[in-house]
Nanobody, 122 residues
């Protein structure tokens, strides 16, 4: 298990940029698959971006080309750089982690952060 704490969410104008951070506890961070999800009130939580332990990445079509996920294993931190923000990006952003010994499927995650609010105004 790993404890995750997101930060960096705030109000920004459309077209602007924002960088979210997710700090993780534990000594096995480098072996975890990390991801970002986002959720709008009344809607299901949607996959946004993921980064594997080896550095490979995956993005939702809605953010491809605008968002970049990265990780710094020395700091036990994963980042989400968000550029060209749109009002549709407004949501609570959650950090998630999947350990190497997870019993869940490839898309399953074992730990979740508390979320950080991102609001994009017109």
């Amino acid at each position: 298990q790993v404890q995750l704490v997101e930060s960096g969410g705030r109000l920004v104008q459309a077209g602007g940029s924002l960088r979210l951070s997710c700090a993780a506890s534990g000594r096995t961070f480098s072996s975890y698959k990390m991801a970002w999800f986002r959720q709008v009130p009344g809607k299901e939580r949607d996959f946004t971006a993921a980064i594997w332990s080896g550095g490979s990445t995956s993005y939702a079509d809605s953010v491809k080309g605008r968002f970049t996920i990265s990780r710094d294993n020395a700091k036990n931190t994963v980042y989400l750089q968000m550029n060209s923000l749109k009002p549709e990006d407004t949501a609570v952003y959650y950090c998630a982690a999947r350990g190497p010994f997870s019993a869940l499927g490839p898309s399953g995650y074992d730990s979740w952060g508390q979320g950080t609010q991102v609001t994009v105004s017109s």
